[in-house]
């Protein structure tokens, strides 16, 4: 068993799918008042706070993993749009171009081993018209996402080309969790 420290319905359909016996614990971390230039180094910071103030607060003998990601196009970090003309804004930009989804992941084992790593994933988002980045941005779910788009829904459609983890980009990379769970479980 595992406590997620996420609100992200993803990371928690992720572990569902993978059939990761776990439980949901959302940090309440306030995302705003942490910050770094790096955007490596602030996915896992993010983690790690997450994960630590989960930690915290649960009782049970439970691993506890924390997660966040962004999308870092062109220098710049993108994490969820705040509005709908963003979003628009940020996709005119991102067609056609490569983006790179870094998830910050940070497990605390139940005897206070902490494992943290970044994974990164390249993202190719498809060459787009006008009005397929209104229609998609129109349909709500870039605005509750990191980065402006979700691989697992319509914004699927909107990928070109990854490299590297796949899961990484929904939230979670999987592959990564397989080998600390069998560290700690060890």
Known sequence: MLMLASASPAR???LQQALIPHQVMVSGVD??????LDPVRLVQHLAEAKAGVVRQ???AALPVLGCDSVLEFDGTVFGKPATAVEAS??????AGAWGLLHTGHCLLSVNGE?????VTTRV???ALSDSEIEAYVATGEPLLCAGGFALEGQGGLMVERLEGCFSNVIGLSLPLLRRWLLVINE
């Open 12 to 14: 928690h359909r992720l």
């Open 31 to 36: 995302e705003e008042t942490i910050h770094h």
């Open 57 to 59: 607060q649960i009782e």
């Open 89 to 94: 804004s940020r996709w005119q930009r991102m």
């Open 114 to 118: 902490r494992l943290s790593e970044t």
């Open 124 to 126: 190719l988002f498809s």
